[in-house]
């Protein structure tokens, strides 16, 4: 399955641009669970179990989205929720809020404070997943289109990198436009002829056993001994992106 989001920056360069999430929930199982769906779907993650902690965090870098428990030690969610909006960087940092709280009148305190979204414990972990992309995507749509992401391999548009398992890897233009161009459409099988248009512009002096040499490199560039291949070969027609990588 290919996700049109930036993908979760490792420690290597030319991973910073990716969306950061910051989490701030006091119970660490849930805290754990959040962060491991969040880096699955390709955010970069940071925690924090406390309100004060949290507080410093925020005053060091400014995450693009935050998912904040209501309750919390030191300084509470709805209070650390207050003082950001308080503060001009902060007036317009989306933030989900998490409670326990369901009443009506709850949700309607938590979110005239400034709250973007609300998400009533206990939840769907899929629906919140949904919530966050929903978020990003209006508050921040450049930077959730950037980056396409299948399994381990992410590709990054702006900068034109592309990352498998952490490792950045090498492509030629045109292996990284055959790339993308897979990518964008899986599951659909690009002919040769296609794809000497869509890579090449149509040039007609660029022969379609071309595309093979050059798919060959790409294969080349993403895949090592035992790591599975996301492009399938259709044999008498051409080549696509298999809609199944990244899925199971």
């Known amino acids: 399955m290919i996700v049109s989001t930036q993908a979760a920056p490792t420690q290597s360069k030319g991973l910073s641009v990716a969306p950061h999430v910051m989490v701030v929930e006091d119970d660490s199982a849930l805290s754990l669970l ?4 969040l880096e699955a779907e390709g955010y ?3 925690t924090a179990l406390r309100g004060d902690e949290a ?3 925020l005053s060091e ?3 693009d989205l935050l998912i904040l428990d209501w309750m919390l030690p030191s300084v509470s969610g709805l209070e650390l929720c207050r003082r950001l909006r308080a503060r001009r960087p902060m007036r317009d940092l ?9 009443e009506e009148h709850e949700r309607v305190r938590g979110l005239s404070i400034g709250a973007d979204d609300y998400v009533v414990k206990p939840f769907s972990v899929p629906e919140l997943m949904a919530r966050v992309r929903s978020l990003l995507r209006r508050t921040n ?3 959730i289109s950037d980056c396409l992401e299948a399994s381990d391999l992410r590709l990054q548009k702006s900068n034109r990198r592309v990352y498998r398992g952490g490792r950045e890897l090498h492509l030629g233009p045109t292996e990284f436009k055959l790339l993308q161009h897979l990518m964008e459409h899986p599951g659909r099988v ?18 379609e056993r071309t595309v093979d040499v050059h798919i060959g490199r790409l294969r080349k560039a993403i895949n090592r001994t035992r790591e599975r291949d996301p492009i399938r070969t259709v044999r008498g027609i051409g ?4 809609e199944t990588f990244g899925k199971g």
Do not use: C, K
């Not at 690009?190 to 022969?207: E, K, N, P, Q, T």
């Open 34 to 37: 959040l962060r491991y769906n």
């Open 44 to 46: 970069h993650v940071t």
């Open 55 to 57: 507080e410093t965090l």
């Open 61 to 63: 870098a400014s995450p």
């Open 94 to 102: 989306p933030i989900i809020m998490l409670t326990a709280r369901g």
């Open 141 to 143: 749509p450049q930077r």
């Open 190 to 207: 690009a002919s040769r002829a296609s794809l000497v248009d869509a890579i090449w512009g149509g040039v007609s002096d660029i022969d």
């Open 239 to 242: 080549y696509s992106f298999d």
